[in-house]
């Protein structure tokens, strides 16, 4: 079992950047596909970013594409997400996933989940 720990959310003006990060322990973090979600108030779960096992692929909803840039650090066992142009749409809580030799492109096959942290974008 994949231990997760999500840190770096805050309160951030609109047009800010943020830094989210996410501590693995427990298994190999390189055989996890790893990936950001987020939720918002009243909203379902959303998958915003997906990264391969090795860290050479990588997906996006288009709703932060070109805003948002996930990356992996294997040897350090954390995963990133840096946040450009935060728009107050992104307030939402994120949550860190990983699924074992998965699909880094497929929001569903995530099944190990960080607690969250939340990020709130004011305008």
């Known amino acids: 079992q994949v231990q997760l720990v999500e840190s770096g959310g805050g309160l951030v003006q609109a047009g800010g950047s943020l830094r989210l990060s996410c501590a693995a322990s427990?298994?190999?973090?390189?055989?996890?596909?790893m990936g950001w979600f987020r939720q918002a108030p009243g909203k379902e779960r959303e998958f915003v970013a997906g990264?391969?096992?090795?860290?050479?692929?990588?997906y996006y909803a288009d709703s932060v594409k070109g805003r948002f840039t996930i990356s992996r650090d294997n040897a350090k066992s954390t995963l990133y997400l840096q946040m450009n142009s935060l728009k107050p749409e992104d307030t939402a809580v994120y949550y860190c996933?990983?699924?074992?030799?998965?699909?880094?492109?497929?929001?569903?096959?995530?099944?190990?989940w960080g607690q969250g942290t939340q990020v709130t974008v004011s305008s």
């Open positions: 990264i391969s096992w090795i860290g050479g692929s990588t």
């Open positions: 996933a990983a699924s074992y030799r998965g699909d880094y492109a497929a929001g569903w096959g995530y099944n190990h």
């Open positions: 427990g298994r190999t973090f390189s055989n996890y596909a």
